[in-house]
């Protein structure tokens, strides 16, 4: 197994690290393909430094919210479903085929294409970090990524894990969803970077 570690530092002065691992197979079958399938699993991911499920997450935290002023507990989840497909997921595939197309390879990742290959992007674990103006922690996005072949997913051709990739923005960001949709931006980079560095050697 190799092991990478990229850390980014932000205004706070803080440090953080984001642990890469490719847990087995190579880049090689990449360098001729033009389009990669991309599929995003949030079906059981666990938040939090407790490890809780996703669904009680979502109840303690509307709980609390309602506790401030009743029905923004409701309004909050709302904007909780919808940030996996209106965020989440477009700003993986947005950063991830900008860094391709600045390295100038010609890999493009995109969903619901009938490809070789496809990725799996499996979310792991979140921590939707917080705000407070003048200091702040950024969200942590643990994921699973899964190149497998389309026709025989049993058959992983490359696997990597992304462990605690920070999602924040310059400034102030007092929205949780956003913060965490930049921790997957932030593992689309680190993936697209390694893709152009070993699978076009």
Do not use: C
Not at 17 to 42: H, P, R, S
């Amino acid at each position: 197994m190799k092991k990478l570690i990229i850390v980014f530092s932000f205004i706070s002065g803080a440090v953080f690290a984001q642990d890469i691992n490719i847990v087995q197979g190579n880049f090689n079958f990449l360098k001729d393909q033009k389009e990669i399938n991309t599929v995003f699993d949030y079906s059981n991911f666990t938040m939090m430094k407790e490890n809780k499920p996703e669904a009680q997450y979502v109840e303690e935290h509307k709980a609390d919210l309602d506790k401030k002023a009743k029905g923004n507990g409701n309004l909050w989840e709302k904007r909780w479903i919808v940030a996996k497909d209106q965020i989440w997921t477009p700003k993986f595939l947005e950063i991830a085929n900008i860094v391709l197309t600045k390295e100038k390879k010609e890999l493009n990742f995109q969903e619901g294409l009938n490809t070789p290959y496809t990725l799996i992007v499996q979310t792991v674990w979140i921590y939707p970090g917080w705000d407070a103006g003048i200091m702040k922690q950024p969200a942590k996005v643990t994921t699973n990524l899964k190149f497998v072949e389309t026709a025989n997913k049993s058959n992983v051709l490359l696997e990597i894990t992304s462990e605690e990739a920070p999602g924040d923005q310059w400034g102030s960001n007092f929205n949780n969803e956003t913060r965490i949709g930049e921790g997957f931006a932030k593992t689309a980079k680190t993936m697209s970077k390694l893709i152009a560095k070993k699978a076009y050697k």
